[in-house]
């Protein structure tokens, strides 16, 4: 079936913001690679960009990780790792409340113009982190302030706050069929 091409396109009038609030959830793969993309963009721009991880301790040396740090970008992985692999659980909770606490000083302080929440939907959903806490620190981030979430599952109140939301729909993915993640393409 051949489609023809719009010619016309109806839009809601354009206006300017200060800053954005932008979402990456669902199933799918690319909720992370889609933010490192933003990244780029914003690097490119020259602003200040600050990435902090969730889930991914320090011992993982992801590519992603390797290039934002040439290119100047604040970077902290300050997860515990998989909780599959945690020894303690309680241990786990209470890193990720501190990289909670890291990532509420980086937004107040006002200095980067992007910051991104890797993977913070995980520990939010866990009750690790309350949800209300996360949606009043971006509610009432400086004016320049860009945060951008990823992770599945994001609760409907970051949701409602986000002026933008993309749904990664896993149609097939390799580790389904029994395939191990590959460097260079997944991490």
């Given at each position: 079936?051949?489609?023809?091409?719009?010619?016309?396109?109806?839009?809601?009038?354009?206006?300017?913001?200060?800053s954005l609030v932008l979402v990456n959830t669902g199933?799918?793969?690319?909720?992370?690679?889609?933010?490192?993309?933003?990244?780029?963009?914003?690097?490119?721009?020259?602003?200040?960009?600050?990435?902090?991880?969730?889930?991914?301790?320090?011992?993982?040396?992801?590519?992603?990780?390797?290039?934002?740090?040439?290119?100047?970008?604040?970077?902290?992985?300050?997860?515990?790792?998989f909780t599959w692999d945690s020894d303690d659980l309680?241990?786990?909770?209470?890193?990720?409340?501190?990289?909670?606490?890291?990532?509420?000083?980086?937004?107040?302080?006002?200095?980067?113009?992007?910051?991104?929440?890797?993977?913070?939907?995980?520990?939010?959903?866990?009750?690790?982190?309350?949800?209300?806490?996360?949606?009043?620190?971006?509610?009432?981030?400086?004016?320049?302030?860009?945060?951008?979430?990823?992770?599945?599952?994001?609760?409907?109140?970051?949701?409602?706050l986000a002026d933008t939301v993309t749904e990664m729909?896993?149609?097939?993915?390799?580790?389904?069929?029994?395939?191990?993640?590959?460097?260079?393409?997944?991490?």
């Amino acid at each position: 079936m051949t489609e023809v091409p719009p010619t016309e396109i109806e839009r809601t009038p354009l206006r300017t913001v200060p800053s954005l609030v932008l979402v990456n959830t669902g199933d799918g793969k690319g909720k992370t690679s889609a933010a490192i993309g933003v990244m780029i963009r914003a690097v490119a721009l020259g602003w200040k960009v600050a990435v902090v991880q969730f889930l991914k301790s320090g011992d993982w040396h992801s590519g992603e990780e390797e290039v934002a740090r040439r290119l100047g970008v604040d970077w902290w992985s300050l997860g515990d790792g998989f909780t599959w692999d945690s020894d303690d659980l309680d241990e786990s909770e209470a890193v990720a409340r501190e990289a909670w606490k890291h990532s509420q000083q980086l937004i107040r302080a006002g200095q980067h113009r992007l910051v991104i929440l890797d993977e913070i939907t995980y520990p939010v959903t866990w009750g690790w982190i309350e949800v209300s806490e996360v949606v009043d620190s971006v509610a009432h981030r400086p004016p320049k302030v860009n945060v951008m979430v990823t992770g599945r599952d994001c609760p409907n109140e970051l949701i409602d706050l986000a002026d933008t939301v993309t749904e990664m729909v896993s149609v097939k993915h390799a580790f389904d069929e029994g395939i191990a993640a590959k460097k260079g393409i997944d991490y």
